[in-house]
């Protein structure tokens, strides 16, 4: 079989796309060939039938010549024998590729158009493209907010045998894993922080995550300073999975605020790492509330002494950790991603 990929970055280190080079490794396990179009390429570790066609970003090309190389690329690739063409995230691409996919109708392709998204909010670019794809993947019902007979929930793809519980957790330390902005309600983290130190609490929070939007980044400065939560609390940049798995076996709980309501793989990857998550975020209701691990969004001061007692009471981390992991195994693991996409 034949697959052609589309996504924005293939790069092993990329901190926000670095997990996608594994889907791909995964995919090319169940397809004799797998050819990737993306925006550029870093370091890749791929099999031999896997090949990288790159529009040109890094070197310099204008948007026009990508966009023509966009086309030279797929109009080679994707033809009779492609059995599968999946569109990674950007809504964009999906609409560029209309030509194809109404081609492929009128010739009798047997190609099947795939688009993967996350999302809690999808915007009029995002529908018109959900047009032009035969059937949407996507990690919960949240994650693609549209109710339409092409959306399939098939969990996350989460890399178990990376994201493990090495039995580290000893010292008080809270994560929160994400891009730094507005949407992903850090400030609210730095509300529970200022609560813990003001109730002498042991403890230090990682904020960890690209610098996404600098008047976004320096209010939380300004929080920091103003709440005197230094030394406890550290701005981290965005990291790699390989040093983010080293923060996750050094942690003791994660702490969710994120607008979105749709799957954040973070959350995942903590519990698979033996993390206790923290959330108000609506795709994780349903198994995180009978451990008392998910709280409305207002609910500060819930989620505060929740935090409390997690940080004073070992046991019912070890009891907790274990299922929670179970859960990640069970129904997003990375090594079931492609049956359960291409079936």
Known sequence: ???????????KHD???????DWIKTFAKKFERVDVICFSSGEINLPDNVKIHTLGKAAGFSKFRQLINFYKHFARLVNN????????????????AVPFYFSKKIKRHRTTYLWWK????????????????????TASKESFPIKTSKKKVVGHAIDTDLFVDKNEHSEPVILVVGRKMSRKRIEKTLTIASNLKLTGENFSMKIIGPDSDSEYLNKLKNIISEQTLEPEVL????????DLNEEYSKAQLLLNMSDTDSVDKVVLEAMASGV???????????ILSSYKLFFSKDDIDGMSNRVKELLHNPTERSTIKGKLRDIVVDKHSLATISNRIFN
């Open 81 to 96: 024998d492609t059995d599968y063409v999946l569109f990674h995230m950007g809504a964009i691409m999906n609409i560029l």
């Open 1 to 11: 079989m034949k697959l052609v990929i589309w996504t924005q970055v293939v790069d």
């Open 235 to 242: 701005l981290l940049p965005a990291m790699t999975q390989i």
């Open 276 to 286: 206790i998550p923290v959330t108000c975020t609506n795709a994780f209701a349903d």
């Open 118 to 137: 996350t999302h809690g909010h999808i915007n009029l670019v995002g529908r018109l493209a959900l047009l032009f794809v035969d059937r949407i993947y």
């Open 15 to 21: 901190p926000l796309l670095g997990f996608f080079h």
